[in-house]
C-alpha cells in the first residue's frame, strides 16, 4: 500500500471532505496513475483513500474517507448505483439524463449521460481510467442499457497525462440518436457532439425560455451560441414568431435545422447564422436590427479564476452589445458556464454591462443547472452554471 504523506496543516480540506489533494499539499509519497494510495496528515493519521494522478496538480482525488473501506469494484459498483438510484425518482421530464456528474456522486474524474437507450461516458482521470472496465460494468448492471459510447476526448485528460479515447466501450450501433426533452425531440450524434452529445445542464433554462416567451408574447428571438438549437426550439414552442440562430459551427447548426423540422416548425420560422456572435451582434448594431428575446449561451470562457478577469471583460461585451440591441421590454436570458466566474460576479458583469449600454433591466429570474448537475455541500466548486434573464424595462 502506498503512503501519501501531507505537509503540516495541509489536511483541513480533507477533514471538511473536500475530495482533491494538490501537489503542493504533499510532503512525501507517490503512486502509479490511477493506484489507490492511503493519504495521511504530517503526523500518521488516515484522512483519506483516492486516485494517484502522478502528472495532475490534483494529484489525489478521493474515493472514500473511511478508513475501513476497501477500494475494490464492489465499492466503485455501489457509488454508481447510487449516483443512478439518486435519480430515479425525481421525474426528471427528460429521457436525456446525467447519471454521474464527477466529485458530486463520489466519482471524481467520471461524467455519464443518458441519451435514451445509450451512456456516454467521459473518464477524465487516471483513477476512472484505471478502473474503466469495472465502472462501464457497473454502469450497465445499474441501468439494465446494453450501449455505452465512450468519449474521453475532454481537454481535462491531457492534464492526468492521459491520451485522447472515443469509441464504443460497450455495445454498439448507430452514433446518431433522438431524446425527447419538455416533449420536444430533439436529435444529437454522441460521437461527433460536443461533450457527450448534448447540453444537459441547459434544460430547466430551456424549458424557462420558452414560458417567458408565451408569458410575454415575445416574438422575434435571436438565439446566440445556439449549438444544435435546443433555445430555438424552446423559442417556438413558447410561440415566438421567428428564431435566428447563431453558431461557429456548421455541423451544430444543420443539427438545429434538422430538430426545428423534427418539432414540426415552418422552415420560414427560422434563420441560422455560420458566424462570429460578437461580429453579429455588431452589425445588427449597426444596421438597427433589434429582437424581443436575446439568448447568450457562449462556452466556458474562463474554466478556472485565473481566465477570470479576461472573460470578465469578454461577457461584458457580449452582454451590453445584447442589452442594445434588445427592445424595451424585451428579454435577455444570459449565462455563463465558467467555473472560474461566480454567480455574484456574474451578476455584477451584467450590471456593468447594463450601465455601459444606458439601459436598465428588471431581473425576472436566477438561474442555475439543471438538478442531476448537482453541487454538494461539500464541493462548492461543482457549481458552474448560472444564468440571469433580465428584462429591458421600458423608458419612462
Ligand atoms: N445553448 C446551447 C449550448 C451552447 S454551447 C444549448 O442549449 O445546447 C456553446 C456554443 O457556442 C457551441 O456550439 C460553439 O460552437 C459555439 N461558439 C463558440 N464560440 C463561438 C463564437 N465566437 N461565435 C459563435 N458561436 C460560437
Redesign the pocket.
Known sequence: MKIIRLKPGKEKSLLRRHPWVFDGAIAKGGGDPGETVRVESHDGAFLAWGAFSPQSRIRVRVWSFEQTQRIDAPFLASLVKRAVELRANWNLPSDGVRLVHGESDGLPGLVVDRYGDTLVAQFTSCGTERWKAVLADALLEATGLQRLYERSDASARGLEGLPEVTGWLRGGGETALTIQEHGWRLGLDVAQG?KTG??LD?RD??RDCADWVRRLGLREVL?????????SVAALAGGAEHVTS????GP?LAQAAANLALNGFDAARATFLD??????LRRFLEEGRRFDAI?L???KLAPTAAHAERAARAYKDINRLALKILEPGGVLFT?S?SGGISADLFHKIVASAGIDARVDGAILQRLGGAPDHPMTLAFPEGEYLKGLVVMRTPVA
Open positions: 460536443h448534448y447540453y441547459q433554462s430551456r438565439n446566440c451560441f445556439s449549438y444544435t438549437g435546443g433555445f447563431i453558431d461557429s459551427s451544430a458566424a462570429d456572435v460578437n461580429a453579429s439568448v449561451d457562449p462556452p449565462y458556464c
